[in-house]
């Protein structure tokens, strides 16, 4: 499956900004979906993952309450919605795939498939 984010922007703290993800070649309904983001100088880490029918989500704590995750399968397409962006959130957004049976906890660790980023910046 081939993985495309766009949406991502400068926006300043407390503010929102929504980032998507078009997937192709497969069927994007047999895909639990996630999101990871790189700061610099820092490891990539987990920001939340979907069902494959969109029904169970999980979140890193650190972003719980303020982001959600959403897909639409009809449209193969996943979101991430950001409210109330602080300027740590500031990192390259990655869009993921994953087609095993893992369950949604594990999959915080890595997904199958990865598409290329989308700069999110966040002013102070």
């Known amino acids: 499956v081939q993985l495309q984010a766009s949406g991502g922007g400068l926006v300043q703290a407390g503010g929102s900004l929504s980032v998507s993800c078009a997937a192709s070649?497969?069927?994007?309904?047999?895909?639990?979906m996630g999101w990871f983001r790189q700061a610099p100088g820092k490891e990539r880490e987990f920001v939340a993952a979907?069902?494959?029918?969109?029904?169970?989500?999980y979140y890193a704590d650190s972003v719980k309450g303020r982001f959600t995750i959403s897909r639409d399968n009809a449209k193969n397409t996943v979101y991430l919605q950001m409210n109330s962006l602080k300027p740590e959130d500031t990192a390259v957004y990655y869009c993921?795939?994953?087609?095993?049976?893992?369950?949604?906890?594990?999959?915080?660790?890595?997904?199958?498939?990865w598409g290329k980023g989308t700069q999110v910046t966040v002013s102070s």
């Open positions: 993921a795939a994953d087609g095993t049976q893992r369950s949604m906890t594990i999959l915080r660790y890595g997904m199958d498939y």
């Open positions: 070649g497969r069927t994007f309904s047999s895909f639990r």
């Open positions: 979907i069902s494959r029918s969109g029904d169970l989500t």
